[in-house]
């Protein structure tokens, strides 16, 4: 069982960062963890993931913008998010999942089945 606690989420102007955190009670070693996110009135969507190998992947709408990485001594995830624009405006979920190949993400992982969630964070971005 992993139980997945989301903070750092806000309200920022466009242009500005965030760093949104993600604490894992449980193993999650060989998870790939990631972020999803659900925009207001929107589906959800994936945003990025990180296998136990440090191998990120990330949606088209975030590269180079976002980055995704894991402290597995302190069993967190991160995402830090820069050059926030108002369409990054949205309620961000940490992931987690355990697929076939020990601690590797599925391809492709924006479409996979992650069966533990956290609660969400809001992010407000403004123009």
């Known amino acids: 069982q992993v139980n997945l606690v989301e903070s750092g989420g806000g309200s920022v102007q466009a242009g500005g960062s965030l760093r949104l955190s993600c604490v894992a009670s449980?193993?999650?070693?060989?998870?790939?963890i990631g972020w999803f996110r659900q925009p207001p009135g929107k589906e959800r969507e994936g945003v990025a993931v990180?296998?136990?190998?440090?191998?990120?992947r990330y949606a088209d709408s975030v590269k180079g913008r976002f980055t995704i990485s894991r402290d597995n001594t302190k069993n967190t995830l991160y995402l830090q998010m820069g050059r926030l624009k108002p369409e990054d405006t949205a309620t961000y979920y940490c992931?987690?999942?355990?697929?076939?190949?020990?601690?590797?993400?599925?391809?492709?992982?924006?479409?996979?089945?992650?069966?533990?969630w956290g609660q969400g964070t809001p992010v407000t971005v403004s123009s």
């Open positions: 992931v987690a999942g355990f697929f076939s190949g020990g601690g590797m993400c599925p391809d492709p992982w924006e479409r996979a089945t992650f069966v533990y």
């Open positions: 449980g193993n999650t070693y060989n998870a790939c």
């Open positions: 990180i296998n136990s190998a440090s191998r990120t």
